[in-house]
């Protein structure tokens, strides 16, 4: 089994910054894909920023210069830093990876329990 557990989320003020990161635990032999996606209340989830396994990153457009991406491979950890917060970025954060495990032909898709953050003043 995998888990993928979320912190760093929480209230911040306007034109802050937060840190969230998505620690994967448990039977892997490969990670594939990493993201971190967001949903606000009333809305749909959205995709905010991706990693594939050689590296490449995607951001969407309302978060590119803002948030970015990152992985610390030894300790299979997504990391999502997040700079000059406004309030329209207050959502549930939650992180998706596609993981192989030992024993398993074809790898599945995990997501972590979501983290809160709030942006306000």
């Known amino acids: 089994q995998v888990q993928l557990v979320e912190s760093g989320g929480g209230l911040v003020q306007p034109g802050g910054s937060l840190r969230l990161s998505c620690a994967a635990s448990g039977s892997i032999l490969s990670i594939y894909f990493m993201a971190w996606y967001r949903q606000a209340p009333g809305k749909q989830r959205e995709l905010v920023a991706s990693?594939?396994?050689?590296?490449?990153?995607k951001h969407t457009d309302s978060v590119k210069d803002r948030f970015t991406i990152s992985r610390d491979v030894a300790k299979n950890t997504v990391y999502l830093q997040m700079n000059s917060l406004k309030p329209e970025d207050t959502a549930v954060y939650y992180c998706?990876?596609?993981?192989?495990?030992?024993?398993?032909?074809?790898?599945?898709?995990?997501w972590g329990q979501g983290t809160q953050v709030t942006v306000s003043s």
């Open positions: 998706n990876e596609v993981i192989r495990s030992p024993g398993n032909n074809s790898p599945r898709l995990y």
């Open positions: 990693m594939q396994s050689d590296g490449t990153t």
